[in-house]
């Protein structure tokens, strides 16, 4: 049997499968390959199995979002390491070689990113996890070669193996035994934060993330859901409050709730003055759904969480009033 299953989630993406399915079966030698399908309307089922006889399928019986979608097509899976890759991701030749030697010699490794390069422009890191992602104390995530909204190029500066916080969901392995160990993705969440939900909870647990330069992907990105659609501005930030109440250390808890409801209100005045009001409203809605989940998310908190998780004190401070735009500045 094979060691790396790579899965791909889909809901009526026949387009994107077409697309960027090739390069994943030309440079899959390593894998097994599966499509978790969300009962997809369009032609999805129908592209799989005539353009891609190998690829077995795995049908969900509704769109559960990128969450609970994952947890229940990876229930029988037995490949010892997991690849959950985005449908709008084009891999290159070799790139499950580095990362099946990083978890064969590392067995403290828990979870691996590669490296994310823009599928539109090759020479620039993707916003979605770039060279690896990193939180600040208020739950901003950031990442070697993105900050906000400041792209690096790719100049072979994060060309070095490096212990990251959390690994983007855009192309995510983690081992199979730490998925079910930590319960998988929380399903409160549907899609949106959270893989760096997920890795948080392993790093509480004491296994390691890492990113890996060897190995190479790019990513379309906003394929499924653009940055401009405020369902994404929700997401962001309802599951941004629910991930720091399920994770903060007990004595930053209450500090750092308030002091992350004040900067969304900062964040939603700033929406208004750039005319945005649906994505202010978001905020607002967002809030709501979080104050409904309060008690359901105080349950899943674990009775002792780790001090050192954040890389920095603030990441707005050092990108709004510092100018660090880039990693190595901050």
Request: aromatic share 16%; net charge neutral.
């Amino acid at each position: 049997m094979k060691k790396i299953a790579v899965v791909i989630l889909n809901w009526n993406g026949a387009k994107l499968l077409e697309q960027f399915l090739p390069s994943v079966v030309a440079f899959s030698d390593e894998a097994k390959i599966y499509v978790a399908d969300n009962a997809s309307t369009d032609t999805s089922l129908e592209v799989i199995k005539n353009q891609f006889p190998s690829i077995t399928i795995i049908q969900n019986d509704a769109n559960y979002g990128f969450a609970k979608g994952y947890n229940i097509a990876l229930q029988n899976i037995e490949e010892e390491y997991l690849c959950l890759l985005n449908s709008d991701v084009e891999v290159t030749q070799n790139w499950l070689t580095p990362i099946l030697s990083l978890f064969e010699n590392n067995p403290e490794i828990g979870i691996i990113q590669p490296k994310i390069l823009d599928y539109k422009n090759k020479a620039y890191f993707e916003y979605a996890g770039a060279a690896g992602g990193f939180i600040d104390k208020f739950g901003y995530p950031f990442c070697r070669g993105r900050i906000f909204d400041t792209i690096e190029k790719d100049n072979g500066q994060y060309d070095d193996e490096q212990t990251i916080f959390w690994a983007s969901g855009a192309c995510f392995f983690i081992r199979r035994t730490i998925f079910n160990q930590l319960n998988g993705f929380d399903d409160d969440f549907f899609a949106h934060q959270e893989e760096i939900d997920l890795c948080w909870r392993a790093f509480n647990l004491g296994y390691k993330a890492k990113y890996s330069p060897n190995s190479l992907v790019y990513h379309v990105g906003g394929a499924t859901l653009n940055e401009g659609n405020p369902r994404k501005t929700f997401l962001n930030f309802r599951n941004s409050l629910l991930m720091l109440l399920k994770n903060l250390p007990e004595n930053q808890l209450f500090f750092i709730i308030l002091s992350r409801l004040c900067l969304d209100g900062l964040a939603g005045i700033q929406f208004i003055f750039k005319g945005k009001f649906k994505h202010c409203f978001a905020i607002i809605k967002a809030h709501f759904s979080f104050y409904s989940l309060i008690n359901k998310t105080l349950k899943k908190r674990k009775q002792s969480q780790s001090q050192n998780y954040y890389q920095t004190k603030s990441i707005v401070y050092q990108y709004f009033i510092k100018n660090g735009k880039v990693f190595d500045n901050i």
